[in-house]
């Protein structure tokens, strides 16, 4: 695979627009943590949102120069856009926006926010993959539970501009990359297997080969990666992100692992090892991670956990 020349930043700042867990009686920031306040003109009466799903504004920094991206939407079509009115959020700094993978926990929000950003023609960087219609997850052979499908024609035509990729894709002028398709290598990371999707042929198993990450690279520290649910696995997405950029260190691992449930718990020791090998500065699992693997993982690295909620930011310098 060729690589991909990545530009260093002097910032990587992620704010959770949406995650599973919110306590706003948290006072655990720091320099790196900012954690949401219940406050609104100084009445503990402002709110933030969480739901099962997952949506991050990004934004880096190079010198007094600053961008921005939305990557995912969250849930709920209202869940994303009451956070960002609480938290004081202004979307018309957003130049463009990812979508991790096609699970409606993912762009649930979509058609709604798009519509409140005041910008012609957003463009969405996505796997042709995230359209495909009639995903389910079986549950013996005779139920079936349905995902809603992500409609393209209705992204389409509430101003969107969708830009198709199947592999790394380079964005904001190569600060950010969309890392695209991720290589199955591990042995124990294989993918959800009680997912389908239905074709004129019948029953298919779905690889959810839509699955994706952004990566940043953060100056003298190395790779910010940020998964959506890593359906993948977290290990397969991160090393697939040093191959793309040759670049071996990695400061920090956040978004979803998806080792929830008892599927995908037997997976969680081994998921540890290598990330003890990978040795990030932080690991700051989300959304479908689970409690059982959150927990495991801050006991075996306790000095690299963060833990993320709804409304957080995580700021990382050079």
Known sequence: MDRIGIKEVDRVEILTLQDNYIDLLDQSSSAIISRAAP????????????????????RISLGSETRALLFDFGYSNWGVLHNIDALGVNLNEIELACLSHGHMDHF????????????DRLDLVVHPAAFRPK????FGEEIKVYFPALDKKE???????????TGPRSLLDGYVIFLGEIPRETAFEKGMPNGFYEEDNGEI????EDDTAIVMNLRSKGLVVLSGCAHSGVINTVNHARRVTGIENVHAIMGGFHLSGPVFEPIIAPTIDELKK??????????????????????????KFLLNMSGTRMTFPS
């Open 39 to 58: 406050l609104k003109d100084m009445y503990i009466k402002n709110s933030i949102i969480a739901e099962h799903g997952f949506s991050a504004l990004v």
């Open 108 to 119: 649930g929000g979509m058609l709604n926010i798009v519509k409140t950003i005041e910008r």
């Open 135 to 138: 995903r389910y997850i079986k």
């Open 155 to 165: 992204v389409m035509d509430a101003g969107v501009n969708i830009v198709e990729t």
């Open 205 to 208: 198993w779905d690889p959810i």
């Open 278 to 303: 990978i040795d990030p500065d932080y690991v700051i699992p989300t959304h479908c991670t689970g409690r059982s693997a959150m927990l495991q993982i801050e006991h075996e690295m306790p000095s």
